[in-house]
């Protein structure tokens, strides 16, 4: 813990945020989003836009494309000021390792999007799962580190060998991500006691 926090404090230096520590601040919002999250305000708001798609699909469905593209559209925007403006898209050294401006900003940016998409798929699109919070975590944690891995193979490969603008690789990255996402979500992560017909 004391090591991964001395990184992120480094990190923190290295882009700008001098006196900023990310690593206890992270795990306070993280801890306190749950409390403050305004479940019902978000349910309601989603629901007033749903009846124009009922037929096309389920609010289940519905309520996770919300959720989900609030929290990705949340994703690319930090991941685009973070390689723009934080990292002024300039390979991030950190002594030990170095990470190119894309990785880094990746790495930013699912530091602030981790967290939100948890609690929106938990508490807002899944809220029925039979299984405990812990083992919801655990695999939601698993599912990430697929995604990392895939969003990482993706965007190096749409950057270094398609040669496309990094915003856009993490566009297309996302909606190939995202997909594989919500089977995964629906099916093991938020797992619902099966109906019975």
Not at 43 to 52: K, L, R
Not at 108 to 135: A, D, E, N, Q
Not at 160 to 186: A, G, M, N
């Amino acid at each position: 813990m004391a090591g991964t926090s001395s990184i992120l404090v480094e990190l923190s230096a290295k882009v700008g945020l001098v006196g900023y520590t990310i690593w206890p601040d992270y795990i306070n919002f993280a801890a306190g989003i749950r409390g403050s999250m305004p479940k019902k305000e978000i349910i309601s708001i989603i629901d007033f836009f749903y009846p124009p798609f009922r037929k096309l699909v389920s609010l289940q469905t519905f309520r996770y494309a919300a959720c989900g593209g609030a929290n990705t559209i949340l994703d690319i925007f930090v991941f685009f000021l973070a390689y723009n403006f934080i990292l002024h898209k300039e390979v991030l050294h950190l002594g030990f390792i170095s990470f190119k401006p894309h990785i880094a900003a990746f790495i930013i940016s699912f530091l602030i999007s981790f967290p939100t998409g948890f609690m929106l798929m938990r508490h807002v699109v899944f809220p029925g799962s039979i299984l405990h919070g812990r083992v919801q975590l655990f695999r939601y944690f698993l599912l990430v580190l697929v995604c990392i891995v895939l969003n990482y193979i993706f965007i190096r490969l749409f950057v270094e060998h398609f040669h496309l603008y990094p915003t856009i690789s993490k566009i297309i990255t996302t909606i190939i991500v995202v997909s594989f996402s919500y089977l995964t979500q629906k099916n093991f992560t938020f797992k619902a006691e099966a109906k019975k017909v």
